[in-house]
């Protein structure tokens, strides 16, 4: 840790290092001294071309600092050699940004005022890059929220897991097979042209919006490493995933998950406050897919990670990613019925 401090020119002695966060890939560390920052590790068998992380946040860092001075975006802090990242001696790259003081997240939505704000600040940020030009931008995870590739993926993790897993996954098996029809709907859309690239988060957990402690206002969005281009349905859809619930994927208890209307028509008003205005009639028709859509994919993600053997996620005990696999099929019953 000391090199890593070094080499943003931070003296180790001077800062207190704690742990914190739940994000499932990358380890991340806050430093505070007599100034505060959060430290990560990315995981570099998830984000095998980090460059690209450092490279479309630099873009849009940039943009934004010459068109919305004013707006808020945390820029990472750079090393001694000018670079955003260092990589240690086991091949680890690891960056560091400030710490904003007065500012917290939370891990599930309790007030409509809270997914009105997170959304406005996730469709605030694609709304402001809006006419960013996008050729220098490039996937830092190919294909990462294409469902039918996504669908694939589980295909073959079913191919090759063991009897026992697919034992225990049968029932979710099952219903993720019954849910294949919204891969064909996915790739109509897509192939329709219709849905525009645009600069998407894709990874609009409540968790990743910065709230100001008192006022629970939104002071800025965080965890950029998916930050390029995608469809606003993978932002609106996350938001729709994981917002409207009041337990979260890891709930064990499926009867607690439930559509809270009126957290969704908040989000939905907070999101369409900023974009509605961006967005064309085929994007606004593509609404009532998203959240569909977004659910899916995780739980085709979640359970082809438990039949891989838990090698993407992390799990804190096994059968976990089952746990999340069987919750996110429940949420999307419910999903599919209020929007059928
Ligand atoms: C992962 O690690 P975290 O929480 O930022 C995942 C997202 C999933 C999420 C599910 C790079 O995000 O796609 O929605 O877990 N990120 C990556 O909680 O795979
Ligand atoms: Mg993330």
Redesign the pocket.
């Known amino acids: 840790m000391k090199e890593i401090l070094a080499a943003f020119s931070l003296d180790e002695n001077k800062y207190r290092i704690d742990r914190i966060g739940t994000?499932?890939?990358?380890e991340t560390f806050r430093v505070l001294g007599p100034d505060s920052w959060i430290l990560q590790r990315v995981n570099k068998n998830?984000f095998l071309r980090p460059e690209v992380i450092a490279r479309n946040w630099r873009l849009a860092a940039d943009y934004l600092l010459d068109t919305e001075p004013n707006y808020v975006f945390l820029r990472p802090a750079l090393t001694v050699d000018g670079k955003e990242m260092v990589v240690d001696g086991e091949g680890w790259p690891w960056r560091m940004f400030p710490y904003l003081s007065g500012t917290v997240t939370i891990d599930c939505v309790s007030t409509e005022k809270e997914a009105y704000a997170a959304a406005a600040a996730f469709g605030g940020l694609t709304r402001r890059l809006n006419n960013i030009p996008l050729t220098d931008f490039q996937e830092t995870?190919p294909h990462f929220h294409d469902l039918a590739l996504r669908f694939d993926q589980f295909g073959e993790a079913l191919a090759g897991a063991t009897p026992e897993r697919i034992d225990k996954a049968a029932s979710c098996i099952e219903s993720v097979k019954q849910f294949g029809y919204l891969v064909s709907q996915y790739q109509e859309l897509v192939d329709s042209g219709e849905l525009r690239r645009r600069i998407t988060h894709n990874?609009t957990?409540i968790n990743n919006v910065l709230l100001d402690e008192k006022t629970r206002e939104a002071r800025c969005v965080i965890?950029l490493?998916?930050l390029m281009p995608g469809y606003f349905i993978y932002d609106f859809g996350?938001m729709v995933r994981t917002f409207v619930s009041p337990v979260d994927?890891n709930e064990k208890d499926i009867n607690r998950i439930s559509f809270r209307e009126n957290i969704y028509r908040a989000l939905h008003e907070g999101y369409l406050d900023q974009m509605g205005m961006v967005m064309s009639a085929a994007e606004l028709k593509a609404i009532p897919f998203a959240g569909k859509m977004m659910t899916y994919i995780?739980s085709l993600r979640f359970l082809a990670d438990f039949l891989n053997g838990d090698v993407y996620?992390h799990t804190a005990y096994i059968g976990h990613n089952l746990v999340r696999a069987r919750n996110q099929l429940r949420y999307l019953e419910i999903l599919s019925a209020r929007f059928s």
């Open positions: 994000g499932h890939i990358h998830v995870i990874d957990k965890d490493d998916t996350d994927e995780m996620y």
